[in-house]
Every structure is written in structure tokens, then in C-alpha cells.
């Protein structure tokens, strides 16, 4: 007896997910740009806010749910995913509507965020004040100095209404969102695999109870 699988497999888990992580990073961000960009009484602030959300909770629901039900931890990984791609698309919409440009995939300030693997939204925000000087400098014809990208809060105090900017800002949470998706679209590849070699607790339960019966 000790030796079989339990019936129900280890799950949940989902803190450690690299795709949870970033998701949350990409909704903590997303909080503080729309507060600090969008008026917090329009439809798209909350729209904003509630998609970041949905990817996030709905990661950790089918994590949490995989163990008694494959289908529904598909379900609702491809809920997540799906989240995303609308958060994404309403950076896109504010980028667009306000002449801003959207970077290229390959541009360096997008790749130096994503480089620097930043933990929380205090991170993301220290690299858009470091971009947003680099920027002034190459502008002046001239380059940052030390002092001018190295001064920045280290607290939780920063905030983006006193050192943020739009287009550096939402580019960066569409690079968050970006990896965020691909690591999902991964999650749903191997879930897919997964249940259609292992099945799922119905398969499991029915295998258990006629091994059972036959000794």
C-alpha cells in the first residue's frame, strides 16, 4: 500500500511557477500604472486591474484544482492566458491612442528588463527611472552620469505619478506580459500531453478501485 501513487498527486504549488511570478509582477505594475495614468473612476482602470487579476488568481485556481481535475487546471490555465492577451491588447490600446510608440521585441531597453529579472514592482519601477535617463542623455547627445542613474529610491515608496512614464512603463509590462504568455502557452502544451498519457482523476479513481478488486 505504501508503495502505490496517492489518489490524488501533489498540487498546487503554483507560488513557485515562474509564469505565476511574473504574472504577479505584471498585476502589481499594472495597479500603479493605472493609478497613476488612467482615471480611476473610467471602465478601463478597472478593466486593466481586473484582467492582471484574472491571470494571477486564475494560475493559481488551476493549480490548485490539477489535482482531482486535469480539465478544469487546463481550463483555467487557458483562462489565465487568455487575461493576459486582453491586458496586453489595453497597453497596446493606451500606447496607440496616445502616439506613443510600442517598442520592437528586439529593442535593448525592453531586453534589459527582462535581463535583469526584477522581483517586484520596485524593480521595474527603478528601471524605468533608468531608462528614462539614459534616454535624456542620448536626447542631450550626451550620456547619462553615474549620479543621474544611481540616485533612485530603493523603497517602497516609489511611485510612478512622481517618477514613472507612460511609454517606458507600459512597454514594460507588455515585455512582463509577453514572457508571461509564452510561459503559459508552455503550461498548456505539457498539461495537454499529460492528460491525454495519464488521464485524469476519473481514469485514476476507476484504475485504483479495479486494481483493487482484482487483488
Sequence with gaps: MSDKEPLIPRHGGYRNLKSFQIAQLAYDVTV????????????????????????????????????TSKKVEMKLTSVARASLEELRLDYE????????????????????LIAMRPDCADDVVRWVNTVQEQDKGHASG???????????????????????????????????????????????AAQAVAFEREGGFTERLYGRRRAERNG
Excluded at 493609478?35 to 488568481?57: E, F, K
Excluded at 490600446?93 to 534589459?112: I, T, V
Design 142 to 188: 550626451g550620456h547619462a552620469s553615474e549620479s543621474e542613474t544611481t540616485s533612485i529610491p530603493s523603497t517602497s515608496s516609489i511611485s510612478l505619478g512622481a517618477c514613472g512614464d507612460a511609454e517606458v512603463m507600459a512597454n514594460g509590462v507588455l515585455a512582463l506580459i509577453t514572457v508571461a504568455a509564452s510561459l503559459l502557452d508552455r503550461q498548456l
Design 93 to 112: 490600446d493606451f500606447l496607440r491612442h496616445r502616439r506613443l510608440p510600442c517598442w520592437n521585441w528586439k529593442d535593448p531597453r525592453r531586453a534589459g
Design 32 to 67: 500603479l500604472f493605472c493609478d497613476s495614468h488612467i482615471d480611476t473612476r473610467s471602465r478601463t482602470h478597472d478593466q486593466m486591474v481586473q484582467a492582471a487579476r484574472s491571470g494571477v488568481q486564475n494560475i493559481a485556481e488551476g493549480s490548485q484544482a490539477s489535482g
